[in-house]
């Protein structure tokens, strides 16, 4: 199983790698994300010099400002915060639309030809799981590297090393495992395109929408609330986030790191599970 696993991820990868145009959207997205919306939406631009043709004082201004940003988490700027919540959005959307590939396989007639060959449908299913798993999380290490570029961009808390940087691809790792799993297992369910993508608008957009990937969970209603905190990427965002703004855990800090982790870890392994299962139904020769 593992080399049939192995040579099916290979095909995948190299057809990505022979055409770098189809990285540049994710990459494009990213910077998008972080150099506008993480500029031009930032809240601590919302706060006036002026109200009703009275200045207002420069140290009120900045007490309005620190305000703000304390809100954040502890966050030097809301690049700094908002960088998780892109690599999140970015990692979700690749491992989603990576499943046209898949689509397509099926179109050409490829993958019945799988099917009818004597390979196990649980190589087909993780190989598709494991090519968008690469593609996502090369994309979420170039978004982070970009978040370091762009100007006043991601601050890093003192301390922050090797043990912090392994702890925030782990925590992209298994959120990004957990949704490659169900994005597959749709992709192999579905038998054209445009299906495939009506899914992942329906789901990805209001998933992350409904997580604290973009705006802190205090500044949500109390019934969005309850959903954002049991959303995987709200859990992975503060994981990063914690790592990233404190550099150096103190052992309450490394609890809810540990607790996070656990979070992230069962839902990898559930979802696995679940979209094997629906991909097994699907995995048949026509």
């Known amino acids: 199983m593992f080399e049939d696993t192995l040579a099916l991820t290979n095909r995948f990868?190299?057809?990505?790698?022979?055409?770098?145009?189809?990285?540049?959207?994710?990459l494009f997205m990213a910077i998008f994300w972080l150099a506008l919306f993480g500029s031009s939406f930032n809240p601590v631009n919302l706060v006036p010099t002026?109200?009703?043709?009275?200045?207002?004082?420069?140290?009120?201004?900045?007490?309005i400002k620190a305000a703000i940003t304390s809100v954040f988490g502890g966050a030097a700027n809301y690049i700094t915060f908002l960088t998780a919540g892109v690599i999140t959005f970015v990692v979700i959307i690749n491992a989603a639309y990576g499943g046209i590939d898949i689509v397509l396989d099926r179109q050409?007639?490829?993958?019945?030809?799988?099917?009818?060959?004597?390979i196990s449908r649980a190589s087909i299913f993780f190989s598709g799981v494991m090519q968008n798993f690469v593609k996502a999380m090369f994309i979420a290490l170039l978004t982070f590297i970009v978040g370091f570029l762009l100007p006043n961009g991601l601050e890093v808390g003192s301390g922050f090393g090797v043990p912090n940087l392994?702890?925030?691809?782990?925590?992209?790792?298994?959120l990004t495992f957990g949704f490659s799993c169900l994005f597959t297992s749709l992709s192999y369910s579905v038998k054209q395109v445009d299906s495939?993508?009506?899914?992942v608008n329906f789901l990805a957009f209001p998933l992350v929408f409904m997580s604290s990937a973009i705006f802190?969970?205090?500044?949500?209603?109390?019934w969005l609330k309850g959903i954002a905190e049991v959303n995987p990427i709200t859990t992975a965002c503060e994981t990063v986030r914690l790592l990233v703004v404190n550099g150096n855990l103190s052992p309450e800090r490394l609890s809810t790191f540990a607790g996070n982790m656990l979070y992230l870890v069962i839902f990898a392994v559930a979802?696995?599970?679940?979209g094997y299962l629906i991909a097994r139904r699907a995995l048949k020769a026509e």
């Not at 990868?13 to 994710?26: C, D, E, F, V, Y």
């Not at 495939?196 to 899914?199: F, N, R």
């Not at 979802?271 to 679940?274: D, E, H, K, N, Y």
């Open 13 to 26: 990868l190299k057809k990505w790698i022979r055409n770098p145009a189809a990285m540049m959207p994710g």
């Open 50 to 63: 002026q109200i009703g043709g009275t200045t207002l004082s420069p140290v009120l201004v900045e007490q």
């Open 108 to 118: 050409l007639g490829y993958l019945n030809s799988l099917l009818s060959a004597p």
């Open 166 to 174: 392994i702890g925030i691809f782990v925590a992209f790792g298994l």
């Open 196 to 199: 495939l993508v009506a899914i």
């Open 216 to 222: 802190p969970l205090g500044n949500f209603p109390s």
């Open 271 to 274: 979802f696995a599970m679940i």
